[in-house]
């Protein structure tokens, strides 16, 4: 759900900096890309990263593999470093 609420900030700032409804998409990176984001390096590696994770998280084949990979750690640092993002755009834009 990381990647849904990011993704849903990151067509708040488009319809706000373009005035347009913003795609059928689920792309971070297409986002990103048609926006004026004044974001560091670090986040924008994050966003893209996560893009890259959204549909094997979202729709598992093999639910226990995902589990080995995403063990609590991992997935607490996803979700801290979204809401920090999120917090980050919502104060900003």
């Known amino acids: 759900m990381c990647h849904l609420a990011l993704e849903k900030a990151l067509k708040g700032i488009l319809i706000k900096q373009k ?9 971070l990176a297409f986002l ?4 004026d984001l004044k974001i560091n390096e670090e986040d924008k590696k994050f966003l893209f990263t ?6 094997p998280t ?3 084949e093999s639910l226990s593999l ?20 999120q917090s ?5 834009y």
Do not use: C, G, S
């Open 50 to 55: 996560l893009n890259k994770i959204y549909v």
């Open 19 to 27: 005035n347009i409804f913003p795609p059928k998409t689920h792309n």
């Open 88 to 92: 980050w755009i919502i104060k900003n």
């Open 58 to 60: 979202r729709y598992p």
């Open 32 to 35: 990103i890309e048609n926006i």
């Open 66 to 85: 995902l589990m080995d990979e995403y063990n609590k750690d991992r997935t607490n640092n996803i979700l801290n470093t979204a809401q920090r993002i």
